[in-house]
């Protein structure tokens, strides 16, 4: 599909600017803003082991952030903890490990059927403690057969030992996060890529049969533009990526305080970071990619492709993925778990997690235990990020959160980004570019803000 022969309507430009507002990136509903500080972990351990009871056979998913960078990059607003000294490795990695100890302790000797290493820069630790991390992980989460193993890597930071003994440990996904090559853009962003050892990694990676190479790219940067963006996507795709993660920048200088190095001014104004969008998602498709969810492009042969075909789909903090699990185990400062019914966030301040991991009493940041009409929501908002459509009925649901609902979703429909036809919620060509703006018609918290 071309740029020339996209159907949107005739008043698309008009649309860009009425949507261009801040809009949750829902992987959880509601989003974190609405839950809870709390130190109390008794009701949340109530909730893993009941969700355990329930589905606990299928397995849970862990995710164990790594938190830290040698350099700062300027827009990123995750978690993160810049440094130099590597010193600091062995001591998160202690305090990882109690945590770890606390979890086995806590549910028994559950399966595990994904591991998830986000960051931070993950490979920043050495390949060793990556590998000992795992062995900590197995001792107390045994691998479910079919068990899928990822972690996330910057290619400058990332050693020929790293990909080797990470294959080693059983992970077959590599993530690398180039977010662009352009050099104006990358200096802006604090980020240059070495193409020439990313191609060596590669190779290696390669020659080990790792099952999916990933690549991390992002559209809205400071100075980006369409050429840019072009010639960047081009130069990845010589090397042959199994999937590529095509993320919308977010510029919330308030949250990610490196984003302050730069000016609003030097970001594409809203128009033409959509057709930078537009742009990417042409050359991706006619190179064989299809486009999955909000931000993902994969080959057909691509596992989320297949768990897309196999309606096994689902968006949570890890992003799309296959549906290994109901029960994700988040490890580490800031990491986020969740059930069905509940969230629950560690400590985002290193220090404070080390203490309460050194406790042996988890002592959680924040708590969330959804309502019924919650769960509904999420569930409805999670159908329509992943598959384009859902459903709304008025026996779902109290009579105003319905009706407020109803209410946004024909504006909607007035702009022709979705189909409501008795009560089934569908997602059009147009509105696909609108996706997280429609799932908002279902928050019933959200408020835009300007």
Known sequence: MSVTTEILPENFSYLIDKYNYNVPRYTSFPPITHWEKTTEIERWLED???????TGKDGIAIYVH??????????????????????????????????????????GRVPCKHIYYGGGTPTFFKPYLLKKLTSEILAHFPLKDGAFLCYEANPNYTSFEHIIEMREAGFTRISFGIQELNEKVAIAINRPTNINNLKKLIKIARELDYENINFDIIYGLPFQTVASIKRTINILLELEPDSITFYSYAHVPWKGRG?????????????????????GKKILEENGFYWIGLDHF?????RLFLAYKNSKLTRNFMGYTEKFSDILIG????AIS???SSYFQNNPDLHQYYRSADSLILAPYRYYHLSPVEITIKNKIIELMCYLRTSIKNTELPENIYNGIV???CELQNDLLIDLNEGQVSVTPSGRYFLRVIASAFDFYYKPTY
């Not at 893993?48 to 329930?54: N, T």
């Not at 994969?298 to 691509?302: C, G, I």
Request: hydrophobic share 35%.
């Open 331 to 334: 490890v580490g400062t800031s």
């Open 407 to 409: 209410e946004r979703l």
């Open 259 to 279: 984003q302050r190095k730069f000016k609003e001014e030097d970001l594409p104004p809203p128009h033409i970071k959509f057709l930078i969008f537009l742009t």
């Open 48 to 54: 893993v082991k009941l969700s355990i009871k329930d």
């Open 298 to 302: 994969v080959k057909e042969t691509d």
């Open 338 to 340: 969740s059930t069905p």
């Open 66 to 107: 790594l938190p830290f960078c040698e350099k700062l990059c300027t827009f990123c607003a995750c978690n993160k903890y810049i440094t130099t000294n590597h010193a600091v490795e062995e001591e998160y990695m202690k305090y990882v490990i109690r945590e770890l100890e606390f979890w086995g302790k806590s549910l």
